[in-house]
DNA sequence: CATGAATGAGCGTTCATTCAT
DNA sequence: GATGAATGAACGCTCATTCAT
């Protein structure tokens, strides 16, 4: 039934791509995508119909990535604080430990290569960490805020944070705790 | 090459630089700018050596452009609370006028166009809004934080008012409000 | 390699070949003719070496088809004048009614995809319409002119027939009659 | 006011286009054809849009240069005999000096690269040619019949003719005769 | 200096053919 | 033998930059 499709071969390109795109940009030519994942060419277009077909779904599997990062082991059945304070320090983490892929996010975000649509899902699944963090504002000073501005913020200051945590990792630590306590004291 | 004459046609492919790059992205083509400048392709690069030069000094004339109109009209002897909320009401009201401004310094502030001295450049011109919104952190509970995240946190928050603002053009000054009390309670 | 067993497949190709190129031209990827066939990708090439050998083996194909249809019926022992109207009606109504068909042969005659042979041995196959048609010719105005120029004379007549039947299908009975009665007068 | 686009590029680029596909077919790469023309790659398409846009411009082109060549000389107050065989001899002496460029018409009309707009258009153009030798048929055996048809059928037999003549070059006077001979006895 | 045609390396994508399953 | 993914050369077209006018 000639070879099947490779799920390894796919995730092989995407992961060349989030390496060429974060050394070269979004101009990284398909070739040497599809080169550094050991795969020819052509083959890079079995898996993904076009280049920008491949930077959607990239976009949508880093946000995934990062969201399962984030969320992992984070109880539902926990007391608030607790899962507050998980999901911050493992998205922090994520960050840390990924940081081409957050660049590579953050190119594709504002770039006009994600279709509006792509966009909306992107934000979607971001819902599961932004949804807990601004759960806080509901009893404190920004409950007459909308979520989707609350939501916006929370993320804002993230991003922040990790930049901040990249630049200084010596004292990626202290600057973990500063974001998180200037979060609470803005919603709380 | 030496010295171009005529300021008014720098301008103009800046200008034109903006809205070519707000439609089409960083790939806008030299000639389409230039063309949309009412200037010869050619002629482009007497005014800048080549397009990423051009891209450089577009972000660090927007970022200028941005920042004396978030300072306009505020005096250095004015009281702290008043300056503060002129500026920052500057600052908003600045993005919403011109969106494709802010969403082209997006672009080029992730994109690997920018050499990593003009984007210290462009933090550097960045100091005075910052360092005013900043300020009342000395004697708050950020005390302790060093000034890069405080100042990075601030310029987050803002760029979340302004996402928002946009988004919601209806309520816009709500969510400019709603965006500086954010701050103040992080911050005092 | 050996021979393929499938009969059945070899003249789906063929068939899928038909409709593909009349819609794509010649350009038409084997990819498409064997999915159109209900055959894998690879297959077409355990029934044809390579794409251009399809391509002739198709043209012959179509030439024999296109005899067989005109010749059908035509007894040897016939009148000669009724043997003429037949093979002619017959000719004229195949075009009718596999235009695909003509299409196809017309743009692989002038192609360069054909090899000298195969022009030569489709002429050949042709023989049988055009000896008889031309038969006419020994005793009229054309007798001292070369048998090949009459039939290459009867056969453009024929095409221009052709394309006009189907270009006015609503007079077709007409126009078949007048592209005979033509050819007539021109050689007797 | 830089350098002018210049008409002998364009004319060279076509007559490099006529060389490249008749001998490779109308699959020669643009990049041939620029090479061949003695201009950049590149600069092909300063001059034609794209490979249609040449295609569907050569193709009228062609057109226009062999009725051009068909009726140069023929005046309108000479007797139409004399008009007749003038404009038949030329265009044969036309098929004979210039067998490429017919090669390549008949391979671009095939073709689906030509726009139905375009081949109507060099169906017009032909006009010139086929009104003539068309208009004895008003008063022979052929009146009732369309002019179109008429048409169809004498630039088959002079298709036939040039086919003949080029094949068997010694004859070609003889040949040339024996095709004006033949439509004559079909029209009149 | 302004102009815009010229240049040609470079890129996304296609597709005939091969070959692992 | 059948299948269809894999391969990579090839092609049409773009575009930053140069340079003749």
Redesign the interface.
């Known amino acids: 039934m000639?070879r099947p499709r490779s799920d390894d071969k796919r995730s092989a390109i995407m992961a060349a791509a989030v390496r060429a795109i974060d050394r070269?940009?979004l101009?990284a030519p398909t070739a040497l995508i599809a080169k550094e994942a050991g795969v020819a060419t052509g083959s890079l277009f079995t898996y993904f119909e076009a280049k920008s077909v491949l930077f959607n779904e990239l976009y949508v599997e880093l946000k995934r990535d990062m969201v399962a990062a984030a969320t992992e082991g984070v109880r539902t059945d926990a007391p608030l604080p607790e899962r507050w304070h998980l999901l911050w320090s493992n998205w922090m983490r994520w960050a840390l430990r990924f940081p081409q892929k957050r660049?590579v996010l953050?190119?594709l975000e504002?770039?006009?290569?994600i279709a509006p649509a792509t966009l909306a899902r992107g934000h979607q699944i971001m819902g599961d960490i932004l949804d807990l963090l601004g759960s806080a504002h509901v009893h404190g000073?920004?409950r007459e805020?909308?979520y989707?501005?609350v939501a916006?913020?929370v993320?804002?200051?993230a991003?922040?944070?990790m930049?901040?945590m990249l630049?200084?990792p010596a004292n990626a630590e202290r600057?973990c705790q500063?974001?998180v306590?200037?979060?609470s004291?803005?919603m709380k």
């Open positions: 000639a070269q940009g101009r660049r953050a190119q504002v770039s006009d290569e000073p920004m805020t909308p989707a501005f916006a913020v993320n804002a200051v991003e922040a944070t930049d901040f630049s200084d600057h500063a974001g306590e200037a979060l004291r803005m």
